[in-house]
């Protein structure tokens, strides 16, 4: 789970990796969003405003390492990703898969 404190004394509980949550970062471009990563592989783009807490707005998986570390650029279009230094990759934002509203 990630919990999260917000505007207003308020506090989010997102469910949504299946294993430990490793890093954090939050949207320079907007303040509704954040990332996190996971010893999972996976990344996931998260939304502060959405009602369903466990379905993130997007998702990208490594495949091959737990990610450590996650920044952006200044408009969110890329992710650098790292798992303790030893590997990383540069994530499009507009090349995550949409995660399923159904």
Same mark, same amino acid.
């Given at each position: 789970?990630?919990?999260?404190?917000?505007?207003?004394?308020?506090?989010?509980?997102?469910?949504?990796?299946?294993?430990?949550?490793?890093?954090?970062?939050?949207?320079?471009?907007?303040?509704? @969003?954040?990332y #996190?990563?996971?010893? *999972?592989?996976?990344?996931?783009?998260? $939304? /502060?405003? !959405?009602?369903?807490?466990? +379905?993130? @707005?997007?998702? #990208?998986?490594?495949? *091959?390492?737990?990610?450590?570390?996650? $920044? /952006?650029? !200044?408009?969110?279009?890329? +992710?650098?990703?790292?798992?303790?230094?030893?590997?990383?990759?540069?994530?499009?934002?507009?090349?995550?898969?949409?995660?399923?509203f159904?």
């Amino acid at each position: 789970n990630l919990v999260i404190g917000r505007a207003g004394g308020r506090i989010s509980i997102f469910d949504g990796h299946e294993n430990d949550v490793k890093a954090i970062h939050c949207s320079k471009a907007n303040p509704n @969003l954040f990332y #996190s990563g996971c010893g *999972d592989g996976f990344c996931k783009m998260w $939304d /502060c405003r !959405t009602p369903n807490k466990s +379905i993130p @707005l997007a998702s #990208s998986l490594t495949n *091959d390492y737990a990610i450590t570390h996650i $920044d /952006c650029d !200044t408009y969110d279009r890329y +992710i650098v990703i790292t798992s303790g230094g030893v590997k990383f990759d540069i994530l499009d934002v507009r090349q995550f898969s949409e995660v399923s509203f159904k």
